[in-house]
């Protein structure tokens, strides 16, 4: 099966997704063609084990993103059969379009492959699956942190083509992250904090936490209650917010129903408590037993390594 | 958590695309702009002046009323705006029972075409303000012996007497006001302002606490002639104003009875004692089943009569029993609710312990609770009962 | 002045329980319908945009008729120029052939811009902005969260995010946006009841797609309780490759 890969790129870096797309095309078993925006990565691309082949597709358009561009200059690069791209914001965009351009189909936010190529995805926000079968000539982006990554020492041969297209899309202004906090009913992850931090000052930690896995913070009432600094806009639970994010992680929390009935529809909750016997751990998916003090600096670390 | 309005025999499936539409329009209002502050509002026994200002906009008062600016929208969508309200607030119904049915109602039956014009559209969008002056210190359920009176002074009319309990009084811009004149009951228009007019406001209030309830004075007060409604005489007047109010509250009550009825249910299921959640008691599962039983039928009750309001094939006892059973249920479901929730059922952090206060109102206002069984009996049997010689 | 279509969807409440019964998502046990909450962001975009420059909107929709009522409410909010497309043949019609369907119409309506959600709340695709572009030959700005009437928009970038403007033509789809969401009133619901709504057909080529079923998403497994901070570790990798939420 002919695969190519479009990296996902971070900047002049390859975005480490790329190796688990390429995982997912090695396990089909395709020496996958990597296709490279201006050339970003292509030197990390060629080092990752099973790729068959790193094109940097070289052109203008590559100074701004431009699905419409980026598409017509991948289109022109990329052979036929499968295109496998990361489902992000910019590699759905630019899937879209090389289906769209090819008149193929295309299956975004994939979770699970197999030959034929039979794939499933999300629907409904994850409260279905649907399964779909396409034919060997279609566009597949895939979720990240769901295939293997492939590993590195590989040793691809590498090569440059000229592809551009034209770029309709002018930037104004590049605004670094926003330092404003997310607010948690935005948040698909959700760090709170109850009285158990013991002072206003060491939701510091959360907030750290929080900047790493893009996670809004938020509060227990008694947190609300005691500190004047934790305004009651973090406040989760019966007289504060519902939520229900993909993640909720209650830190010195003890779990009291009115704090419940805000959170507790969260796909997965971890809880970090230094008590056993707390009633949060009866609706944790992972409890922590443990103080915050030994237990959030290495959840910091384990999150650096993975993200 | 998600409001889900209990709905048992799926009735709003029978609603229009506009009804329903109507419906979520002010379900969301309340939701966003009336739960958030309306404990702050009782509190401070303040009626929010936004409130008012949404209310005009979204145009939800003098829902059924046509023309000079009026929604021209049918009973059923009346009723299903108050039954929202007051999963909000009975305060914020009664503002909207006011406002509609107590005071543009009369103007929009009995006015001239002037008073129409002057008045109604203005009051459509909450811009100026009614109250109802009927009741009065000694005359209540039977108001036909009203003490307040009108005389004829040639070029005005003089108004002398007060009126007790009077929703939105101290807050309105006019008075549709009800006086004797040559011992005849007549509508008259007091507007704030007016020579010998005052509409002192009522404290102390343990129920229906973000309504304004107000005494109106009248001393000397003197009014243009063009003031008078000239199209009704007698407690008719007065009573088709009511006919529509009570209809609106047979509705509304229901909105509050759901309101306790889902913060029953949500909190049996998630309070844990002797190891697992009262709802899985039985004793608790009765209240909850009884609930369901009655908020079904008073469901049922209200849109039937809509339904004849909208075909015109109502009668006054109609309205009169589903007020009064409406109310009723509806009262001893937040008691069972109140019940239900231990001691948190007496925290303003849940509805429940507000719309049980506010209910003791609602069963009195607008005729009370046995007012209406003694009209109900009058049809039965032919014979009044409400006085007799002793 | 500007023209915008706007592509609303009808979808289940985002709160309704979705059950699979025998291989598919059992549509008849949902209630409650809504528009596509992205597509509510991208319409309020649309009504700011029109009142500040001037123009009108046409509201368009693909489904059966149920799905009138995102129109209605469109409606209810002032839009006059409103078109459902549907055959009665239609059943699932995959990417391509929405996209198509929904780039007839776009063409049909002579407009400027185009406003949708950044992907639908049922399928959650994203794909049908970018692929509209590509028919119309327009440019598409995505996941939009911050729009004026002057033709600017926020979008996100790798390192933060970037205010681009973009020649017309053009295809914007919405992510949420700070706007408030603007509730309708009874003059515009009782305007609604008079809008008529455009129901159109139209020739889609053979589905390319095989839809083998729908499932519902694997069990997760009961709660674990793990003891003490050396256990970390291993619970982040699980919420990895286990929960998949990292
Ligand atoms: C009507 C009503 C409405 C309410 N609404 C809400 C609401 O909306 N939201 C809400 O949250 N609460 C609400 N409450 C309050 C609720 O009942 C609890 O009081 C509150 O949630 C407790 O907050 P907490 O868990 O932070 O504090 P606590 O119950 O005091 O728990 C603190 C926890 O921290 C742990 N801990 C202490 N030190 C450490 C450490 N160093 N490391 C790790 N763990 C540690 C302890 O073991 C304990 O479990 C409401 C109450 C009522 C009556
Ligand atoms: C918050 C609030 C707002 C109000 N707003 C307004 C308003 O805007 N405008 C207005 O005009 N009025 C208003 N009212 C007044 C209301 O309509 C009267 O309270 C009501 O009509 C009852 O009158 P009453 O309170 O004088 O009770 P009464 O008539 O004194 O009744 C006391 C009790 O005696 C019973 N009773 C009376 N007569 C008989 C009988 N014949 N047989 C058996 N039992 C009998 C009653 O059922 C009741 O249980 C309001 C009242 C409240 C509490």
Redesign the pocket.
Known sequence: MDITIIAETQGDNLHPVTNQLVGAATSLGASPTILCAGGAGADTAAGIAGVGKVLSVIGDCFSTFDGGAWAAAFDAAAGTGVIIGAASAQGRDVAARIAARRGIPVVQDVVAISQGLTMTHPIYSGKAMQEVTVGDDCVVTLRSNTFPPAGDGGNAESATVQQSGDVKIAVQEAIAKASARLDVSDADIIIS??????SPDNFEHLYALSDKLGAAVG??????DTWDEIPHSM??????KTVNPSLYIA?????????L??MRTSKYIVA????PE?P?FKVADYGIV????E?LPILGDEIAKIL | MVYEALDFYDLDSQLTDEEIMVRDMVRDWVEDEVLPKIEKACSDGVFPDEWRVALGEMGVLGAPLEGYGCPGLSYVAYGVICRELERGDSGLRSFASVQGSLAMYPIWDFGSEEQKNKYLPKMATGDLIGCFGLTEPDYGSNPGDMITKAEDKGDHYLLNGAKMWITNGTNSDLAVVWAKLDGVIRGFIVETGDEGYSAPEMTGKHSLKASVTSELVFQDCKIPKDRILPGVEGLKGPFSCLNNARYGISWGVIGAAQACFNSAREYSLSRIQFDHPIAAYQLVQNKLAWMLREITKGQLLALELGRKKDNGSWIPEHISLAKMNNVDIALQIAREARDIHGA?GI?D??CIMRHMANLESVKTYEGTHDIHNLIIGRHITGIQSFTRSI | MVEIAVLLKQVPDTNAKIVVVNGRVDESAIASWVTSPYDEYAFEAALQHIEAAGGSITAITLGPARADKVLKDAAALGVTKLVRIWQDDWQDLDSNQVQAALANAVTAAGVDLVYCGKQSADRNQGSTGPGIAEILGAACVSEVSESDSAGSYLRPTASGSERVTVSSPAVVTFTKTQNELRRPNVRGIMMAKRAQIEVVGGDVSASQVNFNGHSSPAQKPPGKTYEGSESVPEVVGLLRDEAKVL
């Open positions: 904090g109850g009285r158990g931090m013991g509060a227990s009432r008694a947190a609300v406040q989760v639970g019966q007289t504060g830190v010195g929390i003890s779990g009291a129903i009115q704090h009935a805000g970090i408590n230094k008590d707390a949060i443990s103080t915050w003090e237990a | 948190n925290l952090e849940y």
